[in-house]
């Protein structure tokens, strides 16, 4: 186990409606980054945030947003969502960005 | 953006095989790194490979750092029932901090 937790684990949600996703990183980890895979790819980054400050941003429209809080925990708030953010969410934790050890993902449905 | 082409896209072994997947790119790399995702869970590191021509084992996987830096190969011994999942290629685009591109994933499955 990597000590990264994700909430929840699954869920349904409508398009249109928006959507908060939850990491705990390991303990002493001050980075996180969140990793969106879609069925039969491999994942696809979304951004890093380190010491609360986003760090890096891929190819994502900006209703995909985030957030680090004090004590290094993440959301991920996607606005609007669209049938094809159906997905598994990953968020990996690391120390000053070096490495990554994922959690075991959230499983995003949208109908 | 940078593309990880990785084959083959799935493998279907008797126990006990040797299995061997790659990964190619269009472009140089400074590293490579394999990862295996279990069903229901997220990546987890298997090896990674800093230096072109670099060979490095880890139990029964081996894996090697090409030497033209654009592809890497991943190789597992006597395979066992357990090997079963995906297997990823991965490049760091971030230097110092890590921010992945993975290959779409070698999705292996072992007969008993």
């Known amino acids: 186990e990597t000590g990264v937790t994700q909430s929840p684990t699954h869920l349904i949600k409508t398009r249109g409606q928006q959507v908060t996703l939850r990491c705990s990183s390991q303990?002493?980890?001050?980075?996180v980054s969140w990793y969106q895979q879609a069925l039969g790819q491999g994942p696809q980054f979304i951004f890093q945030?380190?010491?609360?400050?986003?760090?890096g941003r891929g190819n994502f429209p900006p209703r995909f947003s985030g957030l680090q809080f004090p004590n290094y925990s993440s959301e991920l708030n996607v606005n609007a969502l669209e049938l094809d953010d159906s997905a598994l969410y990953l968020c990996a934790s690391s120390l000053d960005g070096v490495g990554a050890f994922f959690g075991q993902g959230t499983r995003l449905t949208v109908v | 953006g940078q593309q990880l082409n990785q084959s083959p896209q799935s493998m279907f072994i008797q126990e006990g095989e040797d299995v061997s997947m790659n990964c190619t790119s269009s472009s140089i790399f400074n590293t490579w790194l394999w990862y295996k995702q279990d069903p229901g869970e997220g990546p987890v590191l298997l090896i990674a490979?800093?230096?072109?021509?670099e060979l490095t084992s880890n139990g029964r996987l081996t894996a090697q750092f090409g030497i033209t830096r654009k592809d890497s190969f991943l190789n597992i011994s006597a395979s066992i029932p357990s090997d079963v999942g995906i297997y990823f290629c991965a490049h760091n685009s971030g230097g110092s901090n890590y921010k992945l591109t993975f290959g779409k994933g070698t999705l292996l499955t072992v007969n008993p």
């Open positions: 945030y380190y010491r609360e400050e986003e760090n």
């Open positions: 303990s002493g980890h001050n980075t």
């Open positions: 490979l800093y230096k072109a021509g």
